[in-house]
């Protein structure tokens, strides 16, 4: 019966929660923009306290992995190493877009075969996204894609595919295949990280506290203002 603490900064959600043995015990979770440096720890700190549970009683620490925002993600998976080093407990990474895919099969309620294809904003027409079926097991590898008419067109002539994310807000009005649907409103929470980390728990699937990075897909591009350029 693992008692996990789950982490999710990779987009502009920032969400922790604790689970046992699968079932949420305690969560919090915003939608503030660019508060996670300010938040996340004060979350997590919230919820021992609340939940009267201890540090040393986690059995492992799970945080989703990417891809996302550069900084969120480094933000989440920094806490996340150093609660996993100093407890001396497992170090768990969760696939961001398989999270958000198995919440909108948990909003759809639904058994028919459909794809769902998460996607999170890369900036103007770019996402990143992977397709996964109603299994919520992965039917491509991710990427980072321009959305433009012809995207996901074969699939669309095969398959139903519910498209989510604060990615797929700016492709509705290009991606009109009558097999295509939009999920309004839903993000990656670390609610939807739960049986994943649970099941990594039990398989034994953990990462190297030192040397784990979050998977960022594209490397980050740090810009420089202009009016610094000479000064």
Same mark, same amino acid.
């Given at each position: 019966m693992p008692l996990i603490l789950n982490i999710e900064t990779s987009t502009s959600v920032c969400s922790v929660c604790i689970a046992e043995n699968g079932k949420k015990l305690i969560g $919090?979770?915003?939608?503030? @923009? =660019? %508060?996670h440096s300010k938040i996340l720890t004060v979350f997590i700190d919230d919820i021992f306290r609340e939940s009267e549970i201890k540090v $040393?009683? *986690?059995n492992a620490v799970a945080v989703s992995k990417g891809p996302g925002s550069y900084t969120g993600l480094r933000i989440g998976v920094s806490a996340a190493k150093g609660i996993a080093y100093g407890a001396g *407990?497992?170090? *768990? &990474?969760? &696939?961001?877009? @398989? =999270?958000? %895919?198995?919440? %909108?099969k948990q909003f759809l309620d639904t058994s028919e075969k459909v794809l769902f294809a998460p996607m999170i904003d890369a900036r103007r027409m770019e996402v990143y996204s992977q397709l996964f079926d109603d299994k919520i097991k992965p039917v491509n590898n991710i990427t980072a894609k321009i959305i433009d008419e012809e995207s996901f067109k074969c699939e669309l002539e095969k398959n139903k595919i519910y498209f989510f994310g604060d990615g797929a807000e700016k492709c509705k009005n290009v991606i009109t295949h009558k097999n295509a649907e939009f999920i309004n409103d839903l993000h990656p929470s670390s609610d939807f990280m739960i049986p994943f980390s649970e099941q990594a728990f039990n398989n034994g699937s953990f990462e190297d506290v030192a040397y784990f990075e979050p998977f960022y897909l594209k490397n980050f591009l740090a810009t420089v203002p202009k009016k610094n350029i000479y000064g």
């Open positions: $919090k979770e915003t939608r503030e @923009q =660019n %508060a $040393k009683e *986690i *407990i497992p170090l *768990i &990474s969760v &696939s961001t877009l @398989q =999270n958000m %895919a198995f919440g %909108a």
